[in-house]
């Protein structure tokens, strides 16, 4: 039996995910069981193949989306490890995606030595982040992955705080979680600087990633 790493590819464009199916089976140790153009498309192949150990998923895609589709495999297929393709480099699809059950996330003009890691990243260690990320938050992210790791255990935290946490965790603005907190934009700044300190984190990604490890959010 083949001791491969299985990978779907989900993206509307057909003749881009046929090309990044030859290139993932040069790969060595993974194997594309199928390409799908939308995550209904997907659905409907799940049953006549293998559960794939990765899912390559677009994200603007017509009829299911990335995000929707994220949420499915994460509730229907839990070990599967999505990894995020995008043109979209902006902070708040990142959290999206993370939100929604995403284990990375690649642009699609990244080259292929660094899709190569990607795989061999999240097959690993169950998570991969690139230079998208800050080398302060891909630290973080390695913390919260060690159990020993005092960062695994979840800090003291007031119930403003919290709340801000889960409110960072949206797709709201900075300017919206204030007005939603019922404070001044300048008391939002001053709670995102305290956490960032306080959990060791340099981004807003660095401290969705940290709610979702420790469950201050439900996704």
């Known amino acids: 039996m083949s001791q491969n790493k299985h990978v779907v590819i989900v993206d509307d464009h057909t003749m881009f995910r046929r090309g990044l199916a030859a290139l993932v089976n ?63 480099d902006a902070e708040v699809a990142i959290i999206k995606m993370i939100r929604h059950g995403a284990k990375g996330f690649i642009l699609k003009d990244a080259e292929p030595a660094e899709l190569k890691r990607a795989f061999d990243e999240v097959a690993a ?67 995102r600087e305290a956490l960032f300190k306080k959990l060791n984190v340099a981004t807003r990604v660095g401290l969705v990633i940290y709610a979702v490890k420790n469950e201050l959010v439900k996704l």
């Open 26 to 88: 040069l790969f060595p140790g993974y194997e594309v069981l199928f390409d799908a153009g939308n995550g209904k498309e997907l659905i409907a192949q799940m049953d006549s193949h293998p559960v794939p150990d990765i899912v390559l998923l677009d994200i603007s895609m017509p009829e299911m989306d990335g995000y929707s589709t994220a949420s499915w495999l994460r509730d229907h297929h839990p070990g599967v490890k999505v990894l995020a393709l995008s043109t979209m």
């Open 125 to 191: 260690f169950g998570y991969f982040y690139n230079e998208l990320i800050t080398r302060k938050v891909i630290s973080s992210i390695n913390n919260l992955l060690d159990d020993h790791s005092p960062l695994s255990s979840l800090v003291k935290l007031s119930e403003r705080e919290l709340d801000f946490i889960r409110l960072a965790c949206s797709e709201k603005s900075y300017q919206q979680i204030a007005r939603e907190m019922f404070v001044s934009e300048r008391t939002v700044d001053g709670y």
